[in-house]
């Protein structure tokens, strides 16, 4: 299950409570703060805390108090234009605060993004979960031919089969085995009061790296919108990419002006190269040109010609 009956119960109680204050909050954000958006199969995002919104951002940038006399175009045309030219500094000015469950291989991938605040679930002092991530069928792609670090055609028949029973008899073992050395069940319970069972430090180095693990995960704005540019794209893994489309739901509830200009000027833009630049300037006068006559890769040269609609060129 995602969230167990202790952790319904506390969030049943946060929602409970209402507080009157001073400061900036978003609505359609408060209407999920602290609920558990689902991931995967074991796996959520919920936002705990947040600060600032679209008005903190304009606000940081013309360096006013409140929110001034502008417009609400005039607003959205602002960030609009801070997001286009780069300028980042008025959106570290929100931050928000996520709890995350997520399978070990995901959370590794995660932390190299080291723009963060980070408070991980410790099974030095906690005894994990017995909760595994196994893909959907539909998710098991055989390596890649030519991305070595992505994934090809889907696996069929028997031998996606197997592969889904190998996933889950080697989980199921590997956690037995993680009982057994420690000397106490997932609830607690001691197996053998003869024995005293190897300390938690040690005994999860036997867990595999599909078990869930959880976080806090605080981040200001500017750093959360590079997070999602790489892993809300569509070349990211799968299992990371749908936390990122959670989150990126988020930032729609939150931010929605932001949301609007980050959609339009990053993940629906194009980055070009000095030399990719010229090649579309050839070709809007009119010359043809070849991936030879570029100065480009044929690397470079067949994302370009995917970016303006060219595959076939």
């Known amino acids: 299950m ?11 109680r946060l929602r409970a409570v209402t507080a009157t204050t001073r400061r900036a909050t978003v609505p359609a954000l408060e209407d999920i703060l602290y609920q558990p958006l689902e991931v995967l199969d074991h796996g959520f995002v919920r936002v705990v805390d947040y600060m600032g919104d679209d008005a903190a951002v304009v606000q940081a940038a013309r360096v006013s108090y ?15 234009y801070l997001m286009r030219h780069r300028h980042s ?3 570290e000015m929100c931050e928000i605060k996520f709890h995350v469950k997520l399978p070990i291989f995901v959370a590794r991938q995660w932390i190299r993004h080291r723009t963060a605040n980070v408070n991980e679930y410790s099974a030095r002092y906690s005894i994990l979960d017995r909760e595994f991530y196994v893909p959907a069928p539909q998710q ?3 390596q890649a031919v030519v991305n070595r670090q992505g994934r090809g055609d889907v696996l069929e028949g028997e031998e996606a089969a ?9 989980s199921e073992r590997a956690y037995d085995h993680y009982e057994e050395m420690l000397n106490h069940r997932e ?49 990211a893994q799968y299992e990371i990419r749908v936390y990122a ?4 739901d988020v930032v729609k509830r939150w931010v929605p002006a932001v949301y609007e200009s980050f959609t339009e000027y990053r993940m629906g833009g194009a980055h070009l190269s000095r030399t990719g630049l010229d090649v579309v300037k050839r070709l809007l006068a009119g010359e043809p040109v070849t991936q030879e006559a ?9 994302e370009l010609m995917d970016q303006l609609g060219r595959s076939d060129s």
């Open 89 to 91: 500094t008025p959106f």
């Open 294 to 302: 570029s100065g480009l890769s044929k690397r470079e040269w067949r």
């Open 187 to 235: 609830d607690g319970t001691v197996i053998d009061p003869t024995r005293q069972g190897l300390a938690r430090e040690l005994a999860r180095m036997n867990l595999s790296l599909n078990y869930y693990t959880q976080w806090y995960w605080k981040v200001d704005l500017h750093n959360l919108l590079h997070f999602l540019s790489l892993r809300a794209d569509a070349h």
């Open 245 to 248: 489309d959670a989150m990126l």
């Open 66 to 80: 409140g929110k001034g006399t502008k417009k609400v175009s005039e607003d959205s045309g602002l960030i609009k």
């Open 162 to 170: 197997d592969v889904m029973r190998l996933l889950r008899e080697d």
């Open 2 to 12: 995602p969230i167990t009956p202790e952790q319904r119960d506390e969030i049943d």
């Open 140 to 142: 098991l792609g055989a």
